[in-house]
């Protein structure tokens, strides 16, 4: 080996610089101590045939042929000097007499080292012990540690006590001590022992390498947008969904969540994009998957979020909201490594909303009626026989209760050199914090191996899942006014939980005692069952051939099908008015859904001087498919068997199924060029064809360009000191989305639209829907500039960033008019463009004093968003409470402004025209002052979308303890608050407290209208009333654990490592919102600040363990 | 080893670009449904095609259940005390533009039969097929397009009239017509209809042979002449009227009660009648939407209609109905048989259900002195429906009754001076009521005598039917203040009505999505 030590060192150890110049020869001997390395067989016999070569080269052969190691200076060997060589199965003794002859160069053969030496050198080879011990910060004895010296091969690993020792003939050797996790430190040995260490857990620095589409860079080389997780801090969040995990995790991303167990996770990557499903495209291991929810958190190594043009690009076709990036766990050579991680923790809920009690609610409704000039119900007239004064129902009391949460997670994992593999078994379980079924669990595998022979790498990973969902079962034959927690909240006080005397056991509304529509939801619960079961088997593999040196051609083939059934069945029951059900039902969907995909890669790597190219090309070609099927039963009988074959009235029955599929056919390309990793390019080209596109439409190319100079390399620069790290980048690209249903480009007869003449069936088949022949892609066009700055030898590091990102040609259903008569009234087509900008920062920071250390990551980003073009006539869209129209934010919140209360007639004649007004009713602005209150009165507001949302997390430990928080939050949004809308209507539900104050001749100062049935006066109509202020603060999560000391393990036997902690989730929320959580699922984009009662998240008390065998 | 690479980079370039380049992978034919261009080829498609013309007829909007509703709540024979504000609205005439619910429902099933009669009508003519059979088929096509039409100009005024398939994107935007061009519109549909159709389908030759509920001449001139009627043309109106009756296929049936039951459907009285049935198809609720194979074809009148405890009560008879009924005795000293057709009230011996009227109200004196609807309830067909409550209801909705013609042509008559002539016509529909001889009881009415005696005969007669809020709308009543009083005396949801409120308001989706639309006063 060559000990050709480069300038750097001697600047670092001018030391060892002086040794070099005092000693001619430098020579180092190595009696190598490790086993691995004195296990190693040698061939004694080498054939050799060169001719006017030089020695190196030969010697370089030997090397190869015999196994030893060579150790020689370069000044020994006669550099021009050519030799020739002719032998044939003889001793290595024998080839070094052949190779030096008539060299004055002598060679000495220890163990496995040959040392060649001037031939009249005198000095003796001295040989040198070294010893001591590593431990880790904490004083702990590390065992494992590769100790090294420097420049050679030879090396050895402390023992379980953290001891090494090796021999050295180099008095001055540099030995290196690395080990996975920990920085890796160098030290000079200066003759004494023992040379005990140190080591210092890793700071994630930019040497990290980034898992990007189809390839890795170093953190340092990123020209594009790419938010690297840190992954203990977003695992600190107890939950199933990779997707919830992010929130507040990563600047620019965006993400919503309910409590409800396996509910649905809202994720968003610098705003909205598309009309349709804006969630971003998750790639785990290389492979785009849908529902990434399916598979266990605890599995996950790293995450990637992919956010601007350049980053993405080469996901093209699907890349327009973002990508997401994540690999599993893989396995390390070695021995058997078991790991365990578990959880358990209790929900609650963390909030109740004040609802009237009975006497409230009868004074409410009692006043309402009166108000309308009806009687007063006999159930809430204390003169009737019926007056009920005996029930007082407290609907959140009966309905919240504690649930369960769980997590336990199994990984294997070791190898071989030559294969290594991981194998994840988990399972989650969470229990519903509101009475009835919900709930989810969770049983995963994932299984994944990795190897390499020769030029051949390959590796493969199988995953598979089942998933069982009970849902907050809703009637199917009902309408459930506002939802299922709503219905919780609205349902009256004088009706009873349980009541024997009603089919199926459950308390309900009489239609002439209380008058009142309300859903007994605990009764609904229990008695409607539904369920969603899901099994996914998902399997890739991948080969990689180096064909010749830096080329190599890979190709990756997945399949992943999901097997789905959704069941639900509802008795007979009565749950009173309304909510009556005289027949059986039973529904039973099952379908399955897979995914093919082929991939082919070609990659070449090329180094000219300082520069570096790496290029590489691609195609791509995916097959999707659907099928599902439906039986539904609807018979006076009991379904009691579940069966459909256990039915006897064909008539009762019903089926339909659905076929689905579509192809997506691609070739991509990317060229990176590095100089001096200084200056770096980046170009990325993606053609995309799907057949969700009629032929004329069918392709797409999206392509971007990024650029990044990272200043501190530049030698003309001089940077102030505290700056460690200092690198401008930018980029703009084209980026496409055609996420949405197939064949919508065709119009189609739906053979359904039957009639009866007489009682016979007459089949009716018409085009009912209309659409558009020229739909094509969705393109994101994204521009992107940051600056990345590290500080303090980059304890410091610092990300700023500003994106302009411009979405056009968005599919989507704009509404036509009625008048068209097509159902649904809508138009899918290529209408809208949105833009969003926003200002995206992050810095992570560490410090460590003595003992103690700490960390702060932290995040934030300004998101605005403007509609360029909705369409058509760009007709503005109206949701809930909501209007989305060119020059305004998708979804800004719409209404009428209220103006006090009409005190009297001559109040009303001199206000505005106000249809169905009295005393007492909601006064409204005449905004256009045409002296009518009409719909053209509605104004803004205010925005849905936060101007700011940031999260922090702080960890910090000290000794053995470690402590940490999460905040997460927003500021300056504003929601649509339904649930209190329907809590103040002044109708037969029941009703929020502050309508106590309601009107009246006697009660005028107060700004609640009177209740009135029939609102005829639209007191109830959307208006500034029902808006809030949506900013919060949450505590999301808080953890402290204890690390058992490394010494008390071994004691053990068993355990290598083992940490207990106690955490909390959704502790604390800072917040004016009435509601019962301003972190609230709606539809995220037309409506997306209506809050129609989604289910609150829970707070949750947690313990959890992580052991390591 | 330099051929052995090159053999790797073949074998790559193979694996690589092999996969892709089969451009056919990304023609994805929907498996599901057949594409519309390949539609309209033979009479099948035809007659499929105008079925679903049809289909329009008996979902959520039309007469599955908010139509009638619409209809009837309005009246002053009919009030409605529900929950939901879609229903509790229409009679007060407090509905809003914020929630399109009910009446945008409503609007949105007429545009879609429409579209679907459009389709036929657009394509059917250039279908290779037998020349009568197509030429039923675009007369059924006119006659249905007329219906959704007179509807629409009805409840809403000024509507689009679109009479073609949109060909592209700009063809969505029909611009909104006056009242009066939406009458012509509904005018030219049923005249274009009447040369079209027969007069029964018994005996024609093709797959519409001998079918029940598909339109007929008769149907068209009758309501051409209620169209005229409607718009004061009496002399045109009772030229159609005089037409019908002179079909000579049109008779009373002895039993009133015959018009509103599952029973006797599609009987000799009636001229058009939407077909309801708990048979055909399949067990779903087909409220609206894209349909599919799932949906029954019932409807939901009678549970929203129904009686306290056997159904929503969403609508109920007013007391005053009631009382008009007991003005008159028969023949031979009896209630009017057809108040026990029409209202469940709390008489000695009422049953309803299988249950006496008088217990199960017991406990509820504001019940036990309540009215309820009957007619078309399902209240009195035994055991086998002891409630409405599972949904479904397969009672046609007689839309045209030949007892409607005579009257309304008795109507004209008078209008037209001829008020001695108006008598017969009358007492035809009096007699099955077992009614004495109006030219005894009554003789020598004044014209305006005349017509206060057919308002009565009118609400006994239509009671429930639709037809109460049409009437005293084109009478004129609403303008008149003592007739407006009187209204509001007998059914107190007047109280809030306001002039220009006879129109619904128009669904804001359509003013939003129609430029140029315009709301109707008041909203």
């Not at chain 1, 260490?197 to 170093?218: F, H, I, N, Q, W």
Request: hydrophobic share 35%.
């Amino acid at each position: 080996m060559n000990l050709n030590f480069k300038g750097g060192m001697l600047r670092a150890h001018p030391s060892f610089y002086k040794y070099l110049l005092t000693m001619k020869l430098t020579v180092v001997l190595i009696i190598a101590t490790l086993l691995h390395v004195s296990a190693k067989t040698f061939s004694q016999h080498i054939t050799l045939r060169e001719k006017n070569t030089s020695i190196k080269k030969v010697l370089v052969e030997i090397e190869k042929q015999s196994g030893y190691h060579f150790l020689y200076d370069n000044l020994d060997l006669p550099k021009s000097e050519k030799i020739n060589i002719d032998v044939n199965n003889v001793s290595v003794e024998e080839a070094l007499n052949q190779c030096l002859k008539n060299q004055s160069i002598d060679y000495k053969i220890f163990e496995q080292t040959i040392v060649l030496r001037k031939a009249n050198d005198v000095r003796e080879v001295k040989v040198a012990k070294i010893s001591g011990t590593v431990r880790d910060d904490d004083g702990q004895p590390l065992p494992g540690v590769t100790v090294k010296i420097k420049g050679t091969t030879q090396g050895t690993q402390t023992d379980i006590n953290g001891n090494y020792s090796l021999e050295s003939a180099d008095e001055n050797a540099i030995l290196v001590f690395s080990f996975v996790g920990y920085q890796t430190q160098e030290i000079v040995f200066d003759g004494k022992n023992p040379i005990n260490v140190k080591l210092t857990p890793e700071v994630r620095s930019l040497a990290d390498v980034v898992v990007v589409g189809y390839g890795s860079v170093k953190k340092k080389d990123l020209t594009g947008s790419v938010a690297v997780v840190n992954i203990e801090n977003a695992k600190k969040t107890a939950t199933y969904d990779v997707a919830k995990m992010l929130q507040g995790q990563v600047a620019g991303v965006s993400v919503q969540g309910s409590g409800e167990p396996g509910g649905y996770v809202q994720i968003k990557i610098r705003g909205i994009a598309t009309f349709g499903n804006n969630s971003p495209l998750f790639v785990i291991d290389g492979v785009p998957v849908d529902a990434p929810f399916d598979f266990s958190t605890d599995d996950i190594e790293t995450i990637q979020v992919l956010k601007d043009a350049s980053a993405a690009a080469i996901y093209g076709s699907r890349a327009a909201t973002g990508v997401v990036i994540i690999t599993t766990k893989k396995g390390t050579a070695g021995p058997l490594k078991i790991n365990a991680n578990s959880y358990y923790g209790f929900q609650n809920m963390p909030k109740r909303i004040d609802v009237t009690d009975r006497i409230g609610y009868q004074k409410i409704t009692s006043a309402a009626e009166l108000n309308a000039g009806l009687s007063i119900a006999p159930g809430n007239n204390p003169a009737s026989p019926q007056y009920i004064s005996n029930v007082n129902t407290d609907w959140q009391k009966e309905m919240f209760r504690t649930g369960k949460i769980q997590d336990h997670n199994l990984n294997f994992s070791g190898g071989s050199e030559t294969v290594t593999y991981n194998v994840g078994l988990g399972y989650f379980d969470q229990t519903s914090t509101l009475s009835g079924p919900a709930s989810y669990n969770r049983y995963t595998y994932n299984g994944t191996f990795q190897g390499k022979k020769g030029r051949f790498s390959f590796g493969g990973k199988t995953a598979y899942t089942q998933s069982h969902k009970d849902n907050l079962a809703i009637t199917s034959s009902h309408a459930v006014f506002g939802g299922g927690v709503t219905s919780m909240l609205t349902a009256i006080p004088t009706i009873p939980v349980y009541d024997p005397n009603r089919l199926g056991g459950y308390g309900g509304s009489d239609n002439v005692t209380q008058r009142a529509i309300a859903l007994n939801v605990i009764g609904m619960n229990n008695l409607v069952q539904d369920y969603s079961n899901r099994n996914r088997m998902f399997g890739n593999v991948w080969g990689e051939l180096e064909i010749v040196k830096n080329l190599k051609y890979k190709v990756n083939l997945s399949f992943d099908r999901t097997d789905y059934k959704n069941w639900h069945y509802e008795p007979k029951f009565d749950l009173g008015f309304y909510y009556l059900n005289t027949q059986y039902y039973l529904s039973d969907n099952r379908g399955d859904a897979h995914t093919a995909l082929v991939e082919n890669t070609l990659t070449y790597n090329l180094e000219f001087g300082e520069s570096k190219l790496d290029l590489l090309a691609g195609t791509t070609y995916q097959e999707d498919h659907s099928e599902s099927i439906t039986g539904t039963a609807t018979d006076a009988n009991d379904l009691q068997f579940y069966t459909f074959g256990a039915i006897s009235n064909p008539t009762a029955k019903g089926i339909t199924s659905y076929l689905d599929a579509s192809t997506l056919s691609s070739y991509l390309g990317r060229l990176n060029y590095n100089y001096d990793s200084r200056y770096l390019l980046t170009v990325s080209y993606r053609r995309d064809g799907s057949s969700r596109f009629s032929p004329q439409h069918r392709y797409g190319d999206f392509a971007s360009v990024a650029g990044a100079w990272n200043v501190d390399k530049e030698t003309f620069i001089h940077l102030p000191q505290v700056i460690s790290s200092l690198k401008v980048r930018g980029g703009y690209g084209v980026l496409g989305n055609q996420n949405f249903a197939n064949y919508k480009y065709e119009s189609y007869i739906n053979s359904n639209a039957s009639y009866l003449y007489g009682n016979t069936l007459a089949p009716g088949a018409t085009a009912v829907a209309v659409a558009d022949p020229s739909l094509k892609w969705e393109t994101t066009k994204t521009g992107n500039v940051a600056v990345d700055m590290g500080l303090l030898r980059d304890r410091l590091l610092f990300t700023a960033e500003y994106f302009n990102k411009v979405s056009s040609d968005i599919i989507t259903d704009i509404p036509i008019p009625l008048s068209v008569g097509a159902v649904p009234a809508t138009l899918t087509t290529n209408a809208a463009s949105v833009k969003n900008t926003g200002v995206e920062v992050s810095l992570t920071y560490k410090h460590r004093e003595g003992n103690f250390q700490y960390d702060i990551t932290a995040n934030a980003n300004t998101l605005k968003n403007k509609v360029l073009q909705l369409g058509g006539t760009n007709n503005p869209i109206y949701g809930a409470g909501s209007k989305t129209e060119v020059g305004g934010e998708v979804g800004q919140l719409f209404g009428f402004i209220t103006d006090g209360i009409f005190q009297n007639a001559a109040d009303i004649a001199k206000h505005a025209t106000q249809t169905g007004a009295a005393p007492g009713d909601q006064k409204f602005k005449d905004i256009n002052g045409d002296g009518v209150i009409t719909d053209a009165d509605r104004v803004y507001l205010g925005s849905a979308i936060p101007k700011i949302y940031y999260g922090l997390n702080f960890n910090a430990s000290f000794k053995n303890f470690d402590a940490s928080f999460f905040i997460q939050g927003n500021a300056g949004s504003y929601i649509d608050n339904g649930v209190y809308e329907a809590l103040t209507g002044g109708q037969y539900s029941n009703h929020s407290v502050d309508e106590l104050n309601y009107w009246t001749p006697t009660n005028t100062n107060t700004d609640i209208p009177r209740p009135i049935i029939g609102d005829p006066n639209g007191n109830n109509r959307f208006s500034n009333r029902f808006v809030e202020s949506g900013s919060y603060l949450k505590l999301q999560n808080a953890q402290i654990g204890y690390t058992f000391p490394k010494k008390v393990l071994q004691r053990s036997h068993v355990f290598s490592n083992l940490r207990i902690y106690l955490a909390g989730q959704n502790i604390l929320t800072l917040s004016g919102y009435r509601g019962y959580d301003p972190d609230f699922i709606s539809d995220g984009l037309f409506s997306r600040g209506f809050d129609y009662g989604s289910f609150p998240n829970p707070r949750t008390i947690m313990m959890g363990l992580q052991v390591g065998l | 080893m330099k051929t052995f690479n090159i053999k790797y980079v073949v074998f790559v370039a193979v694996m690589a670009f092999g996969t892709v380049g089969c451009n056919k992978q990304l023609n994805q034919v929907n498996p599901n449904q057949q594409t519309a261009s390949t539609f309209w080829q033979t009479s099948s498609d035809a007659i499929a095609g105008l079925n679903a013309a049809y289909g329009s007829l008996i979902i959520d909007g039309s007469y599955m259940r908010f139509t009638p509703a619409m209809l009837d709540i309005r009246g002053d024979d009919v009030r409605s005390n529900s929950p939901w504000t879609a229903l509790y609205n229409i009679g007060r005439f407090a509905l809003g533009t914020a929630d399109g619910s009910g009446y945008g429902w409503a609007f949105g099933a007429y545009y879609e039969g429409i579209s679907r009669c459009n389709q036929v009508l657009d394509h059917v003519p250039s279908i290779e097929m037998d020349a009568n059979l197509k030429n039923r088929i675009l007369g059924q096509a006119y006659f249905l397009r007329g219906l959704y039409f007179f509807h629409l100009v009805n409840f809403f005024g000024r509507v689009a009239l679109p009479v073609h398939s949109p060909t592209s994107q700009s063809d969505f935007f029909v611009r909104q017509s006056s009242e009066a061009d939406g009458w012509q519109q509904v005018i030219n549909d049923f005249s274009a209809a009447i040369p079209l159709l027969p007069v029964t389908y018994v005996g024609v030759s093709g797959p519409d042979n001998g079918q029940l509920g598909r339109a007929t001449k008769g149907a068209a001139m009758a309501y051409l002449g209620k169209t005229l009627l409607f718009n004061k043309r009496f002399q045109e109106a009772s030229v159609q009227f005089k037409a019908v009756i002179n079909l000579g296929v049109y008779s009373l049936v002895p039993n009133y009660r015959d018009n509103f039951t599952e029973s006797n459907e599609n009987n000799s009285e009636s001229i058009f009648e939407v077909q309801f049935s708990r048979d055909a198809g399949g067990t779903d609720l087909g409220w609206g939407g894209a349909p599919t194979s799932t949906w029954g074809r019932t409807s939901a009148r009678a549970i929203t209609f129904a009686p306290r405890s056997f159904g929503w009560t969403d609508v109920q008879p007013t007391v005053s109905a009631l009382n008009e009924f007991m003005i008159e005795k028969t023949t031979t000293g009896g209630t009017d048989p057809r108040l026990d057709a029409t209202i469940y009230y709390n008489k000695p011996g009422e049953m309803l259900y299988g249950q006496y009227f008088a217990q199960v109200y017991a406990n509820n004196p504001a019940d036990l002195n309540d009215v309820f609807c009957r007619k078309y309830e399902n209240g009195d067909i035994g055991s086998s429906r002891p409630n409405e409550f599972d949904w479904r209801s397969g009672i046609n909705e007689r839309l045209m009754r030949y007892a409607d013609v005579l009257l309304m042509y008795a109507e004209c008559l008078n209008e037209l001076g001829q008020t001695a002539q108006a008598y017969p016509y009358i007492q035809m529909v009096r007699l099955r009521a077992s009614l004495p001889d109006l030219a005894t009881t009554k003789p020598g009415m004044t014209q305006a005598q005349m017509r206060d005696q057919l308002a009565h005969e009118r609400l006994l007669e239509f009671c429930l039917e639709g037809h109460r809020f049409d009437d005293i709308r084109r009478w004129g009543w609403l303008q008149d203040p003592v007739k407006l009083a009187l209204l509001k005396t007998r059914d107190p949801e007047f109280n809030t009505y306001q002039p220009g409120r006879e129109y619904f308001p128009i669904p804001q989706s359509e003013i939003d999505n129609n430029p140029g639309f315009a709301q109707n006063p008041t909203y």
